[in-house]
């Protein structure tokens, strides 16, 4: 399975898998093991006495999180329609969302019948705090999903103060900064409520997975609610007491969309070392940065001091390329084996889509987000990488910028 990094004649090529993650621990693999033994995959499967792996884990996310109350679930979009819905959306209602930001963000906010309102984008890919504070005023939305996108976290001291002072709700999507933090606080921990993705190309990985977390006992009781706890959610020990569902579970759809036991007890003893993983993945971000950021015509996203973020993907810009130069760029680095995503791609690939192939929703000008995007290359770095590895692509993406942007040609920079 191990790769083996070839020097065909000049050209150095990279024979590894963008998208091969690491093995699930042993210790989930044996708990699998044993939950397919028992027969009893449903969260609400348990004998007399036990308590089923759903319940545990979310308990010790709810721990991680420093939060009350923890729901695991189906998916991370899944968690952040729940969460939105629990909230108490409206249908028509306005809902403040980052222009750029995967489909499965206006993906929920669209299914609760909300209407996305999509904020602009900086440089430093982060929410654009003064296009907010407008797009705050002009929609007259209560509530803002805010997608820490990539991993990249915005100003959490001033947008926190702006929500504030404006009455705006802040619900978190964390699908990017499971394990990231800003000054000290973790991320998902700054709103009334969060969501977190354990799909496989996340930072802990299930296949497919979410979680939603809060403090708020009455969103989590609907949130159980819905998630179709039917009226069985006296087996969630990260959750309120009784008492808090008994009106909620009569006003409130089952909307299927539970976590299974399976996905749970794989999930277990991923959280413990997600502490460790973070370093192994800044790692390679680091010697990645590093190198990437001596390229002439490459600008890296400032990372601010008070972030401490997950570096499980690294995006950069080549501002002064044109379009074709940076196709050249693309398909170069991939016949040698480097995938690099282009988010100002004119159509949509891969997991990549910009907001103008979101035609579901109302169209909206976002000329910052455009012109930005336009130049925003993005590649995952998954933890089976050596940081040699890191050095080689590196390389390659060096040599096939270099190739791309002749030193004469007149945009060149
Ligand atoms: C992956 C992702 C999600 C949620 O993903 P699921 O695949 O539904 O678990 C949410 N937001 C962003 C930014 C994502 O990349």
């Not at 669209?110 to 929609?139: C, M, Y």
């Not at 000290?184 to 969060?194: E, H, K, P, Q, T």
């Not at 601010?304 to 170069?332: D, H, N, R, W």
Request: hydrophobic share 35%; glycine share 8%.
């Amino acid at each position: 399975m191990r790769k083996t990094n070839t020097l065909s004649q000049d050209r150095e090529r990279f024979n590894g898998n963008f998208t091969q993650q690491e093995p699930i621990p042993d210790a989930g693999i044996q708990r699998a093991v044993e939950v397919l033994q028992s027969g009893r995959l449903h969260r609400y499967n348990v004998v007399e006495g036990e308590k089923s792996d759903t319940a545990l884990l979310e308990t010790e996310f709810a721990e991680y999180q420093g939060a009350r109350f923890c729901l695991a679930c189906a998916s991370g979009g899944y968690a952040m329609q729940v969460a939105l819905s629990s909230f108490g959306l409206e249908y028509g209602e306005p809902v403040l969302t980052n222009a750029f930001t995967l489909s499965p963000v206006p993906g929920a906010v669209h299914n609760v019948g909300g209407k996305p309102v999509l904020v602009e984008t900086t440089e430093q890919l982060v929410i654009d705090l003064v296009d907010l504070e407008r797009k705050i005023e002009s929609s007259g939305s209560r509530v803002l999903l805010l997608s820490h996108m990539r991993g990249h976290i915005a100003d959490m001291d001033h947008l926190c103060d702006l929500l504030d002072q404006k009455g705006v709700s802040l619900i978190e999507d964390c699908a990017h900064t499971m394990g990231a933090s800003w000054s000290g606080r973790l991320s998902g921990s700054f709103g009334v409520a969060a969501c977190f993705s354990s799909q496989t190309y996340k930072h802990i990985n299930s296949g497919e997975g979410g979680f939603v977390t809060t403090d708020d006992p009455d969103l989590m009781a609907r949130a159980i609610i819905r998630s179709g706890s039917y009226m069985l959610y006296e087996h969630h020990d990260a959750a309120p007491e009784p008492a808090a569902f008994s009106d909620i579970r009569f006003d409130n759809p089952n909307c299927s969309g539970r976590m299974d036991n399976l996905r749970a007890a794989i999930l277990r003893p991923q959280l413990k070392i997600l502490g460790g993983n973070r370093e192994r993945w800044n790692e390679r971000y680091h010697t990645l940065e590093q190198a990437l950021g001596v390229i002439k015509g490459v600008t890296l996203p400032i990372r601010p001091k008070a972030e401490v973020y997950v570096g499980s993907s690294i995006q950069f810009l080549l501002k002064e390329m044109t379009a074709e130069q940076i196709q050249m760029v693309i398909s170069t680095c991939r016949e040698r084996g480097v995938e690099l995503k282009w988010f100002g791609a004119s159509e949509p690939a891969g997991y990549t889509s910009s907001h103008d192939s979101w035609r579901y929703i109302d169209n909206q000008s976002l000329p910052a987000t455009d012109r930005i995007l336009s130049k925003l290359l993005d590649m995952r770095i998954p933890l089976t990488f050596s940081l040699e590895d890191c050095r080689l692509i590196s390389r390659i993406i060096d040599q096939c910028i270099t190739a791309s942007a002749p030193e004469n040609s007149p945009d060149a920079g």
